[in-house]
C-alpha cells in the first residue's frame, strides 16, 4: 500500500527533527575541544567530499557555474556567521531557548525579502512579524537578571539563516541546487580555515569526536534535504506545524542529558513565534 503524500512528508519531517536535535548533540559535545570555526571548517570539509560525491554519480558536476560567484559568497557568509553563532550559542543557553529564538528566521525573511527580492511586504507579514517580536520578548525576557549573551547570539544567527534563505532564493532563479550546495560547502571551508587559522592554531578531531564532527556534517545536508523533499510533497501549512516539533523534543533532550529546566515561558514565546508564522503562511496559502 502506498503512502500518501502528507504521510510521506510527515515522515520526512521526523527525519529532519531528529537531523537538527543530533547536530545539536553533537555540537555540545565536541564544543569542549574544538572552537565553532574549526567545527565549521571540518563540517564543510566533510561536505564537500558528500556533494562532490553524489553529484559524480548523478552526473550533474556540469551544474557547477561560476557566473554568480558575488551572490553566491554574500550568501554564504550569511550562512556561516549565522551557523557559527548558533553553534556557540547551543553551548551557553539551554537549547529550547536557541531553537525558539531560531524560528525567528521565517519572520526576518520576511521583512528582508522586500529589499533583497523586491517582495511586496503584506499587512499580514506586518502582523505576523510584531506577534513574533512579541515571542521573542517572551522568551529572552530583557533584563539585567536574565540577560545573557547566548541570547544575543541565538537571535543573530535566526537573522544569519533569514539572509541565507533570502539570498538562496534569488540564486535558485538561475543557479541548480547542485551548484549551491557546492559553493555552501567549498566557500565555507574556505571561511573556517581563515578564522580558524587565524591565531595560528588549529585544533584537529580526537578520536573521541571526530565521530560528532562527521555526525554534525552529515546530519545538516540530510536535515535540509528533509525539509526541502517535505515541502514538496505537502503544502507549507502541513509541513512547518511538524518542524516546530523541534521546540518539545529538543526541550526534552536538554532535560534528560543537560539537566535544563523546562522554562514556562520558552515554551508560551515559542507558541507565539509559531502562531506568528503559521498565520502568514495560512494567509498566503489561503489567498491563492
Known amino acids: 500500500m502506498s503512502l500518501s503524500p502528507t504521510i510521506r512528508a510527515c515522515l520526512w519531517m521526523i527525519g529532519a527533527i531528529v537531523s537538527f536535535t543530533s547536530m545539536a548533540i553533537a555540537g555540545r559535545a565536541v564544543s569542549l575541544d574544538l572552537d565553532t570555526f574549526e567545527i565549521m571548517m571540518y563540517r564543510s570539509l566533510i561536505g564537500v567530499v558528500i556533494v562532490v560525491t553524489i553529484a559524480s554519480i548523478a552526473g550533474t558536476m556540469h551544474q557547477i557555474r561560476t557566473q ?7 550568501r554564504n557568509v550569511s550562512h556561516f556567521a549565522g551557523q557559527n553563532l548558533w553553534f556557540y550559542s547551543i553551548t551557553v543557553i539551554p537549547l529550547a531557548q536557541v531553537f525558539a529564538l ?18 511586496r511586504l503584506t ?5 505576523a512579524a510584531m506577534i513574533g517580536f512579541i ?87 540530510v536535515a535540509h534535504f528533509c525539509l526541502t523533499t517535505a515541502l514538496s510533497l505537502a503544502p507549507a501549512t502541513i509541513v512547518m506545524p511538524i518542524d516546530f516539533a ?43
Open 68 to 74: 554568480r560567484l558575488g551572490l553566491h559568497f554574500v
Open 246 to 288: 523541534r521546540l518539545p523534543v529538543i526541550a526534552i533532550v536538554g532535560m534528560l542529558l543537560y539537566a535544563e529546566p523546562l522554562d514556562p515561558f520558552v515554551l508560551l514565546g515559542a507558541a507565539l513565534i509559531f502562531g506568528a508564522n503559521y498565520y502568514n503562511i495560512w494567509s498566503s496559502t489561503r489567498s491563492r
Open 135 to 221: 515571542g521573542i520578548l517572551v522568551v529572552t525576557r530583557p533584563s539585567p537578571e536574565t540577560f545573557h549573551v547566548g541570547l544575543i547570539t541565538a537571535a543573530l544567527a535566526a537573522i544569519g539563516f533569514a539572509g541565507s534563505a533570502v539570498f538562496t532564493r534569488k540564486l535558485t532563479r538561475t543557479e541548480s541546487i547542485t551548484c549551491i550546495l557546492f559553493y555552501l560547502t567549498a566557500m565555507q571551508v574556505v571561511l573556517g580555515l581563515s578564522f580558524a587559522g587565524f591565531d595560528g592554531d588549529i585544533a584537529l578531531p580526537t578520536a573521541a569526536n571526530l565521530p560528532w564532527v562527521v555526525v554534525i556534517a552529515i546530519a545538516g545536508l
Open 123 to 127: 499587512r499580514t507579514q506586518a502582523i
Open 102 to 119: 531560531e524560528f525567528t528566521s521565517p519572520l526576518w525573511v520576511m521583512l528582508m525579502a522586500p529589499f533583497v527580492l523586491g517582495e
